[in-house]
């Protein structure tokens, strides 16, 4: 059973959120969630979830995700049961006490640090939540990409604080480990860091905008209708205008002063 | 009304409007009323804005059955209204639809009403005898921006709890009552629960309230007539058209060009008019830089330009009480505009100089407004598609040559001079255009 309390994982530094306030330049990145057209694609959203698992969930919650929805990672109702009784829940058990049980479909992913006032005594500031992160900083998803990737460890930094090109200085560890040849993904790929990033954070894109193809294709559609309506429209209200005009000469209008 | 004969010919439709004559209420107001034959594509807005209204309340109405107005946070740190409205994004059915047919629907409400009446002040709508239907198209105004605000505030997100702390602290500008004033807004001394489900309260309410005062909007309209592009009364028959058919096809089509862009932008960038980060749940912190929605940034500007004292022989009014006053002016002068504005000739198309100024007040509401998303003490900048084009410049010693302050402080001058300075003087000395002599004679030669 995969333990969820190993926020010993990561340094000791106190890890503070990240708040807008970019510093650096935030280049676009291609993606295959942007365009009118945009769609996820399953499989890097499955390596996404792999690196949220091992680098991010120790210190950040999912707290507005269910399990069940992971089935837009087309991921099968088992492999989703079996994935959330990796996790323990917590719960208060008929006895009245504190217990935790695996989870299930319904749940949302827990979090490792379990509750804010854990996380600010264990950090000093709670790390955000993620579930709405690619939909609230400026730029979205290049913002995370650009953060993830933006680690040098060539600046000095006081104590406790590292250096990023978004932020110059932030709170938040380098999640990236030295020595990541030995590391790959359940189906045996073996993902750069960039890759990793990439896979993350169209994940992330996905766990804070989930219906996005939904909306995509159901634009599609409306908006081809509306174009039709509004021709349609149009030509009508011109057939519609000549008729009025002819009557206006002969007959007039209604009285002004009705 | 209720004398006149029932105006339809099916036997179902007759029968029933015999027993209750709303049908022909409906079909008078349709058919009787005498429309100038010469209204432009900028008239098409005020139906737009009406069904705005309409879209907007129904959107509203079912995300209410899933909110929960709570500020109480999980084990997350997420607040319960904050979740609520995630719930209504992830769980409900459709409902990813109906928070963007909302959020962005507001946007395009106040699209709607910004080129609604901006159209009016051009054509000289507001003027005699349509002064009473000008000043309930301000109330609509101040309603829809109060409502906007509760609206926003509801998330729960960072921006909601900074606008709900700073615009509630407006108010304690005014002497002697604001401190009172912001205990009844907040439901207490703080920004809490109490403030929240109030809002929301509120939040519900008022779209009500906004559509009483549509309907006494129209009513008016249909008593003093529309104004027309020529601005001159309706002379004779020649000049008039019934609403139906040819205005409703008219609007039909106007409705589906806006429509087609309001849901091109819901489908494709439902986040791009919003401010990103709130769409975090608050921590009840103040962020660094605190903006409105983009449809309240003139009026914010004016708000914050003020960072001085004003001494008038010992009675000092201090910089927030001068911006509370200047907001609140720079409403209250709408209301006035119909007496402001001493021209005979209502339509901008025969006052050449007021057209200029009236071009340099449609520049002046888009500056304020980026000077309201701007930071004060910085150098002010025009977005542009290439870039940043500057405005301004660090003049060393930390002072900023053209800081978006000074630029503020310009426009918001610019904004009131418009209405107490321009539009008064003007109509004393502008040489207008001839007029024509009724609606049918230019349209006929």
Known sequence: MKSISAAAAVSAAAAAPAIAESAGPIDAQTWSFKGPLGYYDEMQLQHGLYVYQTRCQACHSLGLVRFASLEGLDVSEEALKALASTYEIPYINDDGDRDT???????????????????????????????????????GSDYIYALLTGYDEAHEQPEGAYY????????????????????EYPDGTRPSLDQQARDVTAFLNWTADPYLEERHQWGIIVVLYMLALTIISFLAYRVVAAKVYAKLEVEGGPDPEH | MAGSRSPFKNPLLKGFDERLPVLRAVHHSMTAHAYPKNLNYWWNFGSIAGIMLMVMILTGLFMAMHYK???????YGINQAFRSVEHIMRDVKGGMFLRYLHSVGASFFFIAVIFHMFRGMYYGSYKAPREVLWILGCIILILMMGISFLG???????????????????????????????????????????????????????????AGVVILHILTLQTVGSNNPLGIDLKSKKDTVSFHPYYTFKDIFGL????????????????????????????YNLPSHIVPEWYLLPFYAILKVFTWDLNLFGLVITGKQLGALAMAGSLGILFLLPWLDTSPVRSGRFRPVF???????????????????????????????????????????????????QWGVLFTGYYF??????????????RPKQLPASISEPVLA
């Open chain 1, 164 to 183: 990023n090109k978004v932020m110059n200085v932030i709170k938040m560890p380098n999640p990236w480990p030295a020595d990541m040849s030995d590391f």
């Open chain 2, 152 to 210: 926003y505030s509801l998330v729960w997100g960072v921006m909601s709890f900074a606008a709900a702390e700073v615009i509630t602290q407006v108010f304690t500008a005014i002497p002697v009552l604001g401190d009172g004033i912001l205990v009844l807004l907040r439901g207490g001394e703080d920004v809490d629960d109490a403030l929240l489900n109030r809002f929301f309260a509120l939040h519900f309410l008022l779209p009500f309230v906004l």
């Open chain 2, 69 to 75: 107005p709570s500020v109480e946070e999980d084990t």
């Open chain 2, 355 to 405: 057209k200029i100024f009236f071009w340099g007040f449609a520049v002046c509401c888009v500056i304020l407004a980026l000077v309201g998303a701007q930071t004060s003490g910085e150098a002010f900048f025009i977005p542009t598609p290439l870039g940043r084009l500057p405005l301004g410049f660090d003049g060393g010693n930390g002072f900023v040559w053209g800081s978006t302050q």
């Open chain 1, 101 to 139: 049980r695996p989870g299930v479909l319904n749940d949302n992913f827990p979090w490792a640090l379990d509750n804010p006032k854990r996380a600010i005594a264990t950090y000093g500031k709670a790390p955000p939540d993620l579930s709405t992160m690619a939909r609230s900083r400026i730029g």
């Open chain 2, 417 to 430: 001079a418009y209405f107490i300075v321009i539009l008064p003087v003007l109509g004393l000395f502008e």
């Open chain 2, 256 to 283: 589906s060009v806006f429509f087609t862009i309001y849901l091109a932008v819901v489908a494709w960038a439902p986040e791009r008019l919003a401010e990103a980060i709130n769409n975090q749940p608050t921590d």
